[in-house]
């Protein structure tokens, strides 16, 4: 006799199954665990992007009839509950990409919760003179196309929902491939928020399985009225070619220029807490050291000191042909060097493991020293590799540096007590994030002054992204009159 289970039902059985099996498992699956979280489905998942878009509009027109209060209302709910789910998240994320530490993924999460900017930051401006009174005022753009990384998943899908609804915009999102899971468990999350604080049943949206395809659709629907894209250079690319007003939050490759002024002993330990938090995964972490010489050996001391594992040469030229490997662009033909998903956001260990390197558990990140030339310093590995360039001088250092930014004009860090020299670096590199005698995070607000964001848009401008990024400004003029002076 056939049994007619519903698909909560299907899903509950697969879970228990794949509970015996190991977690691992239960979200390398495939569909259901898009839209399906231990048998409790997500609210705001669709399986055709069309769906997800009228969706997220109905949510929009719902919101527009709400006061601010009561959209800060379902951000102080948003807050709340990632606060409590962090954990989860962060858990999921690095089941599902194999990527990245619980940890630090839990204190990101937090810092989203903490430090996300919600209706205050949009302000309206006046202007009297003469002539009368004219008002400025942030409005929402409607429907929001956002498409997240891979890299902080759920950290991009809650802090971009948190600052798009404070503007009063309703969301669809095109997650990653490989982090569906995760990052549908934020919207529904969102969601899930949004309905307790009084607000529509969906308001911010997703797919079941996004694709290349769906990312078109998205781009396409007269309903999106501004892309958001956070990730490499590949998609950012294809949002600013969409013809639609985009934000774009690309690729870094932040350089670090230590000179001989600097506290080395301190410099030494924030360079490896910033480039091992959640194992390189943050756009904004260290990727590549420039030492001027008289104090490189004792930085390195220091790095050895706080975790650093230090290979030598040949050891780094056989990892890098594990963590670097040849790609074809099915297009062009021409065959590049790519990062391995295989390497991306992975422990020390592990990848000291593949070159059969067998570490003791303090170590946390790998260290080498090498030219500039070498792949280590010019691509964006996202792993706890660090490369250290020594320099004959702070001169030499900061061109170095500036060079291996490859003018993203994203993220870079210095180390220094000498005023013209933090100056004439961050002169030189032009980049949206500057970071002084600090670990990267501090540039985020971890640990450092000022918001949080995981959507850093060096290309268009808007620099970290907040609520007042996702409006358009609208002026009101009244003429002659209202000026009460
Ligand atoms: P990725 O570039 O692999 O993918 C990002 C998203 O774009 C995914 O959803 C992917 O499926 C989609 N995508 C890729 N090509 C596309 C195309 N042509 N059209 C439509 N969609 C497309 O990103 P990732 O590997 O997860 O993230 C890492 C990259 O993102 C790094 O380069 C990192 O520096 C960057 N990043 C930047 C920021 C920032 O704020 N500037 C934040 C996080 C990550």
Request: glycine residues 8%; contains cysteine; charged residues 25%.
């Amino acid at each position: 006799m056939a049994i007619n289970w519903t698909d909560a039902q299907i899903e509950q059985v697969v879970n228990a199954v794949i509970k015996e099996l190991g977690t691992e498992k239960r979200v390398e699956k495939d569909n259901y665990c898009s839209k399906f979280y231990e048998g409790r489905k997500l609210i705001g998942i669709y399986d055709d992007m069309n769906d997800a878009i009228s969706a997220a509009e109905q949510g929009y027109k719902a919101i527009r009839s709400m006061r601010v209060e009561e959209r800060e209302k379902i951000i102080t709910e948003i807050r709340e509950l990632c606060r409590k789910e962090a954990t989860i998240m962060a858990g999921l994320g690095v089941s599902e990409t194999k990527m990245g530490n619980v940890a630090h993924k839990t204190a990101k999460h937090v810092l989203v919760a903490d430090k996300t900017p919600g209706t205050q930051d949009i302000v309206s401006q006046v202007k009297t003179g003469d002539y009368g009174l004219t008002l400025t005022e942030m409005a929402p753009f409607g429907v929001v196309g956002s498409i997240t990384p891979s890299t902080n998943p759920s950290e991009t899908v809650i802090c971009n929902s948190i600052g798009m609804i404070a503007a009063g915009n309703g969301v669809v999102f095109n997650p990653h491939p490989n982090a569906i899971a995760t990052s549908n468990y934020a919207v529904d999350l969102v969601n899930r928020a949004c309905k307790k604080a009084g607000g529509p049943e969906v308001l911010v949206a997703s797919v079941v399985k996004p694709t290349l395809d769906t990312a078109q659709t998205m781009y396409k629907h007269p309903s999106i009225r501004l892309l958001v894209c956070t990730g490499g250079p590949g998609v950012v690319k294809s949002v600013l070619s969409s013809g639609k007003k985009a934000i774009g939050a690309g690729a870094g490759n932040p350089p670090v220029v230590v000179d001989e002024t600097a506290d080395v002993v301190k410099a030494g330990k924030d360079i490896i807490d910033g480039c091992t938090f959640d194992n390189n995964l943050p756009c904004i972490a260290e990727k590549e050291v420039f030492a001027v010489n008289s104090i490189a050996d004792e930085l390195i001391r220091s790095m050895l000191n706080s975790g650093a594992y230090k290979i030598t040469l040949e050891q780094a030229e056989e990892l890098s042909k594990m963590v670097l490997v040849d790609t074809k662009n099915p297009k062009t033909g021409i065959i590049k060097k790519t990062v391995s998903r295989d390497c991306v956001g992975r422990d020390a260990k592990v990848l000291l493991s593949k070159i059969g390197v067998k570490a003791p558990e303090s170590v946390r990140c790998i260290i080498c020293e090498t030219d500039f030339e070498h792949p280590f310093v010019q691509h964006e590995l996202m792993m706890p590799i660090l490369p250290i360039v020594r320099c004959k001088n702070v001169d030499e250092a900061i061109d170095l540096a500036v060079k291996a930014e490859h003018g993203n004009r994203h993220t870079a860090h210095m180390h220094s007590k000498n005023i013209d020299n933090l100056t004439r670096f961050a002169r030189a590199v032009e980049t949206t994030i500057f970071v002084k005698n600090a670990p990267s995070y501090a540039g985020i607000g971890f640990g450092g002054e000022g918001h949080t964001t995981f959507t850093i848009a060096g290309p268009t401008g808007e620099g970290l992204t907040s609520a007042r990024s996702f409006t358009r400004y609208r002026r009101c003029v009244m003429s002659d009159n209202f000026r009460i002076i």
